[in-house]
């Protein structure tokens, strides 16, 4: 029998979890705040963004956000972000990625405040996690990763193969595999646009994490029988719906769930988790600068 991956489920469980630690950290006199920053008016970040500012109302994170225009020179959104990194009431924020073209999204993520950069992409963070020693996991890595403690999913000495190498989803999560740790131990296998023969790098894995951003792209054939199959990916594709389009992974999940031991669907596997996990980097980030000790799940 394929086990399917509830990550509505699992993100439940962490989301209640860190209530508790938002209420030690009230108590002490801080409440936990996130901010979002969006530059331009793209409709799916403004839809992601929303979601960001509902996730923290219900779990009591104080909510704010900036909009900056479109159109406007790159320093405006710098300022935006110095102001942020000023705000005591902000503990972490999110610049909403894609930014507008003539924004370089490198010189973004060097101006947030380590310590408030919850997405965990500032170089300073990214060297930690390399190294062992990470303060903020990327939000969807993590949330791969408490997938596979909530469901037994033991890395140690297991092939793992990650196809996509993005910064990410793709590279934090192959290093904070290849960690020596209890949640690390695996053998990692990172494929990309320009790898010869994908196929043969996914049968040879306990493990499949697909994050290319290609629709249904690892179908049941490039899967060995009791394999777990986790797919990171949503893609919108045209359907006969209300919408218009329908979301799907890269993974066929009919053809994939008759090989796999256990599998993510699309919706409802590690999109929750990612949006638990920029929670509990919040919460985190307010730990550390208001110097509270809080319990993590
Ligand atoms: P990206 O476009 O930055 O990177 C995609 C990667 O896939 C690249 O490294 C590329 O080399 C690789 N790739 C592309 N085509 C490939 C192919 N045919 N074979 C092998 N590798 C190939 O994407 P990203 O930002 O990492 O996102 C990947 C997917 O995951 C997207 O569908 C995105 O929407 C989704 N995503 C979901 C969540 C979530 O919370 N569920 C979070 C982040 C990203």
């Given at each position: 029998m394929t086990e399917i991956i509830d990550g509505n489920a699992v993100a439940s469980e962490i989301r209640d979890d860190l209530t508790g630690a938002i209420e030690t950290l009230a108590d002490?006199?801080?409440?936990?705040?996130?901010?979002?920053?969006?530059?331009?008016?793209?409709?799916?970040s403004q839809t992601y963004?929303?979601?960001?500012?509902?996730?923290?109302?219900?779990?009591?994170?104080?909510?704010?956000?900036v909009d900056v225009d479109g159109d406007a020179p790159p320093e405006d959104l710098y300022d935006a972000i110095a102001a942020l990194n000023d705000d005591p009431a902000v503990h972490g924020y999110i610049v909403q990625a894609p930014v507008p073209d003539h924004v370089d999204y490198r010189?973004?993520?060097?101006?947030?405040?380590?310590?408030?950069?919850?997405?965990?992409?500032?170089p300073e963070n990214v060297g930690r996690l390399v190294t062992g020693d990470a303060r903020f996991r990327p939000c969807t890595p993590h949330g791969v990763q408490?997938?596979?403690?909530?469901?037994?999913?033991?890395?140690?000495?297991?092939?793992?193969?990650?196809v996509g190498r993005s910064d990410i989803v793709g590279k934090p999560l192959a290093n904070l595999l290849i960690q020596k740790a209890e949640d690390g131990n695996a053998t990692v296998t990172v494929c990309h646009s320009r790898t010869v023969d994908l196929a043969a790098k996914t049968r040879a894995a306990d493990v499949v994490v697909a994050?290319?951003?290609?629709?249904?792209?690892i179908d049941g054939s490039m899967i060995s029988e009791g394999t777990v199959v986790i797919d990171v990916g949503v893609n919108r594709v045209e359907a006969d719906t209300e919408k218009g389009y329908e979301l799907v992974?890269?993974?066929?999940?009919?053809?994939?769930?008759?090989?796999a031991s256990a599998i993510t669907p699309v919706p409802g596997g590690v999109g929750p988790m990612t949006r638990a996990m920029l929670l509990y980097n919040t919460v985190k980030a307010a730990s550390l600068q208001e110097d509270v000790a809080v319990d993590l799940p």
């Amino acid at each position: 029998m394929t086990e399917i991956i509830d990550g509505n489920a699992v993100a439940s469980e962490i989301r209640d979890d860190l209530t508790g630690a938002i209420e030690t950290l009230a108590d002490a006199g801080a409440r936990p705040g996130l901010a979002t920053v969006l530059m331009g008016d793209d409709p799916a970040s403004q839809t992601y963004v929303n979601m960001k500012q509902r996730d923290c109302e219900e779990v009591g994170i104080e909510s704010h956000h900036v909009d900056v225009d479109g159109d406007a020179p790159p320093e405006d959104l710098y300022d935006a972000i110095a102001a942020l990194n000023d705000d005591p009431a902000v503990h972490g924020y999110i610049v909403q990625a894609p930014v507008p073209d003539h924004v370089d999204y490198r010189d973004v993520i060097r101006r947030v405040d380590p310590i408030k950069d919850v997405d965990g992409f500032h170089p300073e963070n990214v060297g930690r996690l390399v190294t062992g020693d990470a303060r903020f996991r990327p939000c969807t890595p993590h949330g791969v990763q408490k997938l596979f403690e909530a469901y037994d999913v033991d890395t140690e000495g297991k092939d793992v193969t990650i196809v996509g190498r993005s910064d990410i989803v793709g590279k934090p999560l192959a290093n904070l595999l290849i960690q020596k740790a209890e949640d690390g131990n695996a053998t990692v296998t990172v494929c990309h646009s320009r790898t010869v023969d994908l196929a043969a790098k996914t049968r040879a894995a306990d493990v499949v994490v697909a994050a290319a951003g290609v629709p249904e792209l690892i179908d049941g054939s490039m899967i060995s029988e009791g394999t777990v199959v986790i797919d990171v990916g949503v893609n919108r594709v045209e359907a006969d719906t209300e919408k218009g389009y329908e979301l799907v992974g890269d993974v066929e999940f009919e053809s994939a769930k008759g090989k796999a031991s256990a599998i993510t669907p699309v919706p409802g596997g590690v999109g929750p988790m990612t949006r638990a996990m920029l929670l509990y980097n919040t919460v985190k980030a307010a730990s550390l600068q208001e110097d509270v000790a809080v319990d993590l799940p």
